[in-house]
C-alpha cells in the first residue's frame, strides 16, 4: 500500500469518525460530562473502597454509588441555595416600573440622539433613539414574552431529565469500573496502538484534572470577589449579589467571552437593583462602580489567579481557544462552549501521542505539552 493510498484512507476514516461524533453528538457529550464526573470523584471511590471495618471491605461499586450520590447532593445543595435568591431575582424583575425606567434614561438617550444627529449630517432629523430603545424595553418587559420562555422551559424538561439519567448512569460505571473507557477504545484498535492510547488516556487524565481542578478554584475565586465587591461597595442586596456573583464566577469557565458576559449581565442587574430605589446613588455612577469591579476582579484573574493555576496545564494561542470555542458553540450550542477547552485538551495529546512527527503538530503545540 503506497503512501497516498495510506492517506486517503486515513482522511476518510477522520471524516467518518467526525460524521458519527456529529450524529451522536449528544451522546458524546454525556460521555465527556461522566468522564469528567467520575475523573473528579475517583479519588474519593478508591478512599472509600480502601477502607476496612474488621472483616468488612467496601465494594467498589458501593464506593462508586456513595461518590456519585455524594457528588449529586453538592449540585443538589448549590441549586436548592441559589433557588430562593433566584426567585428574589424574578420578583425584583416584575416590580421594575417601565415609567421609573424611562424617567431615568430618557434624557441621556435624548443627548445621545442630538450628537448622532448634529455628528451625522445625512441622519434624518427625525430620527429617534429613545423611541426605538424604550419600545423594544417595553417589548422585553412584557409578561407575555416571559411567559413564552417559561413554556419553552418547560417543553425542555423531558431532555434535561434523559440526559440527567444518562450522564448519572454512564458516570457509575465509569466510576465503578477501572479503565472502563480505555479498555472501550482499545478494543476498537488493533494491539500495536494499545500502548499508545493508554500513553494518550494517561495523558488526558493528568492534563484534565489540572484543568477541572484549575477551574474550579478560579471560578470560585472569581465569585467571592466579586459578591465581597457587590455586597461592601456597591451596596447590591445581599441576595441578588450572591446570584450575580455566581453567575460571573460559572461564566468565566468560558475563556474570552464569559467575562464579557458576566460583566453585562453585572450591569443589567445592577441597573435594574438602582430603577427599584435599591440605591440612592447617581445611576451613572453607579453603574460605573459595578462595571470598576468586574474589570479589577478580571484583572486580579489574569495576573493572579491564572498564571498560579495554569502554569502546569496544557498552554494554547489565544486565536487558537477563540476559534476553538466559536466552532464548538456552532456544533454544541452553550454545552458545546463549556466543552470546548476539555476537547480540543484531548485532541492536541492524541496528536502529539500519534503524530508526533507531522510539522502542522510541531507547530501548533511545540513543546506545550511536554512541560
Known amino acids: 500500500m503506497n503512501q497516498t493510498t495510506k492517506s486517503i484512507i486515513t482522511i476518510l476514516g477522520i471524516a467518518t469518525v467526525a460524521a458519527l461524533i456529529w450524529y451522536f453528538k449528544n451522546l458524546v457529550i454525556y460521555i465527556i460530562v461522566a468522564a469528567i464526573i467520575a475523573m473528579i470523584g475517583r479519588p474519593l471511590v478508591e478512599k472509600i473502597s480502601s477502607l476496612k471495618f474488621k472483616k468488612f471491605k467496601f465494594p467498589r461499586w458501593a464506593a462508586a454509588g456513595i461518590t456519585l450520590v455524594l457528588i449529586c447532593c453538592i449540585i443538589l445543595s448549590i441549586l436548592l441555595l441559589l433557588a430562593p435568591m433566584i426567585g428574589e431575582f424574578s420578583t425584583l424583575i416584575n416590580s421594575l416600573s417601565i415609567d421609573n425606567l424611562e424617567e431615568n434614561i430618557r434624557e441621556p438617550l435624548r443627548r445621545f440622539n442630538d450628537y448622532i444627529i448634529n455628528t451625522f449630517p445625512n441622519v434624518d432629523k427625525g430620527f429617534k433613539v429613545e423611541g426605538m430603545f424604550l419600545g423594544y424595553l417595553k417589548d422585553i418587559a412584557n409578561i407575555d414574552t416571559f411567559s413564552s420562555f417559561v413554556t419553552s422551559l418547560t417543553n ?145 484573574d489574569n495576573y493572579v489567579f491564572q498564571p498560579i493555576i495554569y502554569s502546569n496545564s496544557v498552554k494554547a494561542h489565544p486565536l487558537e481557544i477563540f476559534i476553538v470555542i466559536l466552532v464548538a458553540g456552532e456544533i454544541g450550542g452553550v454545552l458545546g462552549i463549556l466543552a470546548a477547552v476539555p476537547l480540543y485538551t484531548i485532541l492536541r495529546v492524541i496528536l502529539l501521542e500519534f503524530l508526533p512527527d507531522r510539522k502542522f503538530v510541531k507547530r501548533l503545540i511545540g513543546d506545550d505539552l511536554n512541560q
Open 156 to 300: 425542555m424538561v423531558t431532555s434535561f431529565a434523559i440526559a440527567i439519567f444518562s450522564i448519572i448512569f454512564i458516570s457509575f460505571f465509569l466510576l465503578m469500573e477501572k479503565g472502563l473507557l480505555t479498555d472501550t477504545i482499545t478494543a476498537f484498535f488493533s494491539d500495536k496502538y494499545e500502548e499508545k492510547i493508554r500513553s494518550a488516556s494517561l495523558s488526558i487524565n493528568k492534563y484534565l484534572s489540572r484543568y477541572f481542578i484549575g477551574i474550579s478554584i478560579e471560578s470560585l475565586g472569581i465569585a467571592l470577589l466579586n459578591g465581597l465587591g457587590l455586597v461592601f461597595i456597591a451596596k447590591m442586596d445581599t441576595e441578588l449579589a450572591i446570584v450575580v456573583a455566581f453567575t460571573s464566577g460559572i461564566l468565566n469557565i468560558i475563556p474570552y467571552l464569559g467575562p464579557l458576559i458576566g460583566d453585562i449581565l453585572a450591569v443589567t442587574m445592577g441597573l435594574v437593583f438602582h430603577l427599584n430605589g435599591g440605591t440612592t446613588m447617581g445611576l451613572g455612577i453607579y453603574l460605573i462602580i459595578i462595571l470598576g469591579i468586574f474589570i479589577i476582579t478580571q484583572f486580579i
